[in-house]
């Protein structure tokens, strides 16, 4: 398996703008998580799914970002419109079932510089 | 404060031994973690511990846990320069066991 796949690597956009962040869990995972990583915060977690479902959005920042699990495959992180304080690494994890303590598999990350 | 602390920054000698602390806040977690972030790459998990174990050691790492302090140690032997990274410990408790991170520590290791 190619492990947790996600695009772009990096991504640099205007302010204002919309950006979408797109993931592909590893095949017969259930759950997927998006973390954001900064140098102030560390890394948040901003949504889990579970089975497609999101299950705890509370580390969404705002109304701008929003997150979909259309399919077992695929996930997307959508900011609109984004702003400089945006700009961070961009994780999205993905874990088998059983959940207590089976790893979290991490992709290389988005980096997203909004100018 | 935040769920899991960590300190920011730790160097060493190459060769000596590394002891990375983490304290957490969470007295039902259950499973605790350490992943390590190479630059510019994810987070790879290193080992874990289950919470009714004391300690765990696998190869050069060895993890110690303090329930009743809730402190949680990763010590690396004989660290080498291919260790340097970003240390995370991290941890799950609850129903959905969703891992919460602390901000990682910085490992150096110099010649």
């Known amino acids: 398996d190619a492990g947790v796949i996600q695009s772009p690597r990096h991504e640099v956009t205007e302010m204002g703008q919309e950006v979408t962040l797109r993931c592909k869990p590893i095949?017969?995972?259930?759950?997927l998580f998006w973390y954001r990583q900064t140098m102030m915060r560390g890394l948040e977690l901003l949504i889990y799914?579970?089975?497609?479902?999101?299950?705890?959005d509370s580390g969404m920042p705002e109304d701008r970002f929003s997150a979909k699990m259309p399919n077992a495959s695929f996930s997307t992180l959508k900011i609109q419109p984004s702003e400089p304080r945006d700009s961070a690494v961009y994780f999205c994890?993905?874990?088998?079932?059983?959940?207590?303590?089976?790893?979290?598999?991490f992709g290389q990350g988005t980096r997203l510089t909004v100018v | 404060g935040e769920d899991v602390e960590q300190s920011l920054f730790l160097s060493v000698r190459e060769g000596d031994s590394s002891v990375i602390n983490c304290t957490y806040t969470?007295?039902?977690?259950?499973?605790l973690y350490w992943y390590k972030q190479e630059p510019g790459a994810g987070l790879q998990l290193l080992t874990y511990?289950?919470?009714?174990?004391d300690m765990k050691q696998d190869q050069r790492l060895t993890v110690l846990l303090n329930k009743k302090d809730k402190h949680l140690s990763l010590r690396i032997a004989d660290t080498q320069t291919g260790d340097s990274a970003i240390y995370f410990c991290?941890?799950?408790?609850?129903?959905?066991?969703?891992?919460?991170f602390g901000r990682g520590t910085s490992l150096i290791v110099h010649p």
């Open positions: 969470d007295s039902s977690s259950t499973y």
């Open positions: 511990i289950f919470s009714n174990m």
């Open positions: 095949s017969g995972h259930n759950s």
């Open positions: 994890a993905s874990r088998a079932a059983g959940g207590r303590g089976t790893e979290a598999f």
């Open positions: 991290a941890e799950t408790s609850g129903g959905s066991y969703i891992p919460t």
């Open positions: 799914f579970n089975n497609n479902v999101p299950i705890d």
